[in-house]
Nanobody, 122 residues
Framework: QVQLVESGGGVVQPGDSLKLSCTASGFTLDYYAVGWFRQAPGAEREGIICINERAEIKYLTESVEGRFTASRDNYRNTVYLQMNSLNPADTALYSC???????????????WGQGTQVTVSA
């Protein structure tokens, strides 16, 4: 099955860190950019960060700059989202999608996974 699989979510306390993984199944990520998105209950999906095939990062929202970063390991066919200084506003279902360029609109993303839940609560 050709898709992305997210993992690493969980319940953490404010101020904690968490690292999410996005692994490709059935295709190689080498030539794709990968974007991380999140959707909180009752809210629209929000783009967070995108990493291109050269591992260059583009933030899609200012709210995570300085706290979140992305990296990739093409050998493992995986992209990571490192999240630091988490706060309750970061609580959401996090998902990843593959795209040609980080400048592409969200409609161009594909191979979406089911997402992984991150809950930040005291």
């Amino acid at each position: 099955q050709v898709q992305l699989v997210e993992s690493g979510g969980g319940v953490v306390q404010p101020g904690d860190s968490l690292k999410l993984s996005c692994t490709a199944s059935g295709f190689t990520l080498d030539y794709y950019a990968v974007g991380w998105f999140r959707q909180a209950p009752g809210a629209e999906r929000e783009g967070i960060i995108c990493i291109n095939e050269r591992a260059e990062i583009k933030y899609l929202t200012e709210s995570v700059e300085g706290r979140f970063t992305a990296s990739r390991d093409n050998y493992r066919n995986t992209v990571y989202l490192q999240m630091n200084s988490l706060n309750p506003a970061d609580t959401a279902l996090y998902s990843c999608g593959a795209v040609g360029y980080c400048s592409d609109p969200v409609e161009r993303y594909g191979y979406w996974g089911q997402g992984t839940q991150v809950t930040v609560s005291a």
